[in-house]
């Protein structure tokens, strides 16, 4: 599956990579691609609920669209897309 970064600038296979993440940190959470021993942000969120929401969404896809490989997901742009 494919993901596009919040702020449209990156656009990356998670099949390739090993694995996402959410780095939480006093004011924020990223979201973060993990690959070759370095982190890609994907996203930023207000709070570890909807950084963990966003996990979830993006799992649901994958676990509904395994068998279609080109299915692209764009991060929520804006924190208030997330309700939690």
């Known amino acids: 599956m494919w993901i596009r970064s919040q702020d449209k600038?990156?656009?990356?296979?998670?099949?390739?990579?090993?694995?996402?993440m959410i780095n939480e940190y006093p004011d924020e959470c990223l979201i973060s691609l993990e690959y070759a021993n370095t982190?890609?942000?994907?996203?930023e969120?207000?709070?570890?609920?909807?950084a963990l929401k966003v996990l979830d969404e993006i799992q649901e896809l994958i676990h509904f669209n395994a068998k279609d490989n080109g299915f692209?997901?764009?991060?929520?742009?804006?924190?208030?897309?997330?309700?939690?």
Request: no cysteine; hydrophobic share 30%.
């Open 9 to 20: 600038l990156l656009l990356t296979n998670v099949d390739t990579s090993n694995g996402i």
């Open 45 to 50: 969120y207000s709070s570890k609920e909807k």
């Open 72 to 84: 692209t997901y764009q991060m929520p742009t804006d924190d208030d897309e997330v309700e939690v």
């Open 39 to 43: 982190s890609f942000k994907l996203g």
